[in-house]
């Protein structure tokens, strides 16, 4: 018992940041345990086969560990290397400083445990001993994450007209995650803003977005638009406002485009949008001659033009951004 406690300790003391990484040296990790915990103290040392290399690890070796997971049971497997198995020799597992498992080593040196993670971050330190000594130990850590990631959909609205040929879907969500539209992998920004564009023939268009993040959490959304053609026009006069003249990188605005003929306001009529030099999207005037794109502020800090294209007039904002 006296053992088990003062290992669970040990594994406090000494275990890593990195996820699913090996932990210290040997040498080291030795050191450290034993001048931690006297009750641990002893030769520490291993014996290695005939010409042998004394770089070679002697810490149990566990099998491929995920840095993130949504299942709270872990199977945790591995061995310990062929040279360092001696009678008597056994593997401790401690998890979240706690020793879950001790057993004996078989002669393929092989072990194994069943982990009930908690949420958040789990660390799980794996031991060699021999009687009293720590003889060689490794640790790992793994996130158990069970929340599906959050995701909202800027573009399109749901029941929208849209240009059938530059259908444009963007959005955000939790930053690390992967997203697929209509199962197509789109590459997100650091700040987890997302855009993607496609065509399709006229009519009632189905769109779902799958977010997914590093554990596996998925967040489904749909919508459903009607593509059109549009017939392009000439001799426009286009007008841009922002909703915001300063904006944070990766904060959502609101462009909205106004599109007057010299008859008025002109209705179905495509205008794309450029952040930049970023293609942010298409969308079609209504009766008012006004279509509204919004877009996610890019990295970029300072001022940033806003750029409108429709039928070959432009009409320009500008958009200033920090950190």
């Known amino acids: 018992m006296a053992l088990a406690v003062t290992l669970g300790v040990a594994a406090v003391i000494f275990l890593p940041r990195a996820a699913v990484a090996v932990g210290a040296g040997f040498e080291q990790l030795v050191a450290q345990v034993q001048s931690a915990i006297p009750l641990l103290q002893g030769r520490g040392s291993i014996d290695l086969p005939a010409g042998g290399s004394t770089s070679i690890g002697a810490a149990p070796i566990a099998d491929s560990l ?29 998890l979240n400083g706690a020793v879950v498992a001790t057993t004996l080593l078989d002669p393929s040196g092989a072990f194994n445990a069943t982990l009930a993670l908690k949420e958040g971050a789990n660390s799980i330190a794996v031991a060699l001993i021999a009687d009293r000594d720590v003889v060689a130990a490794s640790s790992y850590n793994v996130v158990l994450d069970r929340t599906p990631p959050t995701m909202t959909i800027t573009q399109p609205a749901t029941g929208s007209t849209v240009d059938a040929k530059n259908i444009v879907v ?11 539209v209509n199962g197509r992998i789109v590459v997100i920004t650091p700040e987890g803003g997302f855009s993607d564009s496609f065509s399709a023939a006229p009519g009632s268009v189905p769109i779902t977005v799958v977010a997914r993040d590093r554990a596996g959490n998925e967040t489904t959304e749909k919508v459903t638009v009607t593509a059109q053609q549009v017939t392009q026009t000439v001799g426009l006069t286009v007008t841009v406002t922002l909703d915001k003249a300063t904006a944070k990188v990766g904060q959502g605005v609101l462009a909205t485009v106004y599109v007057v003929g010299t008859t008025g306001p002109r209705a179905g009529v495509p205008v794309t949008l450029s952040v930049g030099v970023a293609s942010i999207g298409t969308a079609v005037t209504d009766g008012t001659g006004t279509a509204r794109i919004p877009f996610i502020a890019p990295a970029t800090e300072g001022d940033t033009s806003v750029v409108v294209l429709a039928s070959g007039s432009s009409g320009r904002a500008s958009l200033t951004i920090s950190r």
Do not use: M, W
């Not at 840095?67 to 001696?86: C, E, I, M, N, W």
């Open 170 to 180: 963007a959005g955000t969500t939790e930053v690390g995650s992967t997203i697929t």
């Open 66 to 94: 995920p840095a993130y997971t949504r299942d709270p049971q872990l199977q945790l497997t591995g061995k310990v290397p062929s040279f360092a198995l001696q009678a008597g020799r056994s593997v401790q597992v401690v």
